[in-house]
């Protein structure tokens, strides 16, 4: 499943955007889950789930967040936990998918989160991952650039004029080095998990950026095309947001 993923990943158009790929994981986890009671984790949940939680049956969701604030605006999960999802334990198989939505990117220590999730859920359980791309354009520049700079970006370029107020995007980034794709899924194969799914799309800083200030996205994008024209299209630099979902092997026993 994997390898044929990639190679539609391969041949990615602009137009797939953000929107088509998070709608394409949905319907790929709702299948997965269809007619089965589904207990959830949402790992740094906050206050809004990208999951399709209308076509899931009887979804029991449990979120675990250290933003108060996030939390205090969630409406829909039963248990709402204040905690650290790299140091929070639950028992084994106290979930059926975990997900983890643009996390693991603000984590130090995203090897500890993922064993926690990996010790959670139950053999054959689902962690679905996504994150941004750190060997992308945008990924690059939030990587080497300064938390007040990402503020500024978000509040003068994209127009989001709470950001960086107390439960307000962006948050402070780490990228710890197996949030790069090939670097995690090799972390997750060491522990016990095997990928089934797996899309590195256009990125939505891009796509936002764009649509709130075409000319500089018309030169960002001109940039983009040289650049990869001149490593003769291996790094994508568009691509700046993938999605990964592991299943834990059904013979595992959680230690």
Request: hydrophobic residues 40%; aromatic residues 12%.
């Amino acid at each position: 499943m994997i390898a044929q993923k990639m190679e539609i990943v391969a041949s990615v158009r602009e137009a797939d955007s953000p929107d088509v790929a998070l709608r394409e994981v949905r319907e790929f986890i709702a299948d997965k889950f269809r007619g089965k009671d589904v207990r959830i984790y949402e790992a740094g949940g906050g206050s809004l789930s990208v999951l399709p939680l209308s076509s899931l049956n009887k979804p029991a969701i449990s979120v675990v967040d250290i933003d108060e604030i996030q939390l205090r605006n969630n409406t829909y999960a039963e248990n709402k936990i204040l905690g650290d999802i790299q140091t929070y334990v639950f028992p084994p198989d106290s979930f059926d998918l975990v997900v983890c939505y643009n996390v693991i990117e603000h984590l130090p220590a995203v090897d500890q989160a993922i064993r926690q999730f990996h010790h959670a859920l139950a053999p054959g359980g689902l962690v679905f991952i996504g994150a941004p791309n750190p060997r992308s354009f945008f990924g690059l520049v939030t990587k080497y650039s300064p938390h007040w700079f990402h503020v500024w970006f978000y509040r003068a370029i994209l127009r989001h004029k709470n950001a960086g107020k107390p439960g307000q995007l962006p948050f402070r980034t780490f990228y710890h080095p197996i949030v790069s794709p090939k670097a995690l899924l090799e972390f997750c194969k060491q522990i016990g998990f095997e990928p089934i799914y797996f899309n590195l799309y256009i990125g939505s800083n891009y796509t936002d950026l764009k649509k709130t200030r075409p000319m500089v996205g018309w030169l960002v994008t001109a940039g983009l095309g040289v650049m990869n024209a001149l490593t003769f299209g291996r790094l994508k630099l568009a691509h700046g947001d993938y999605h990964v979902v592991l299943q834990k092997s059904a013979a595992h026993v959680t230690p």
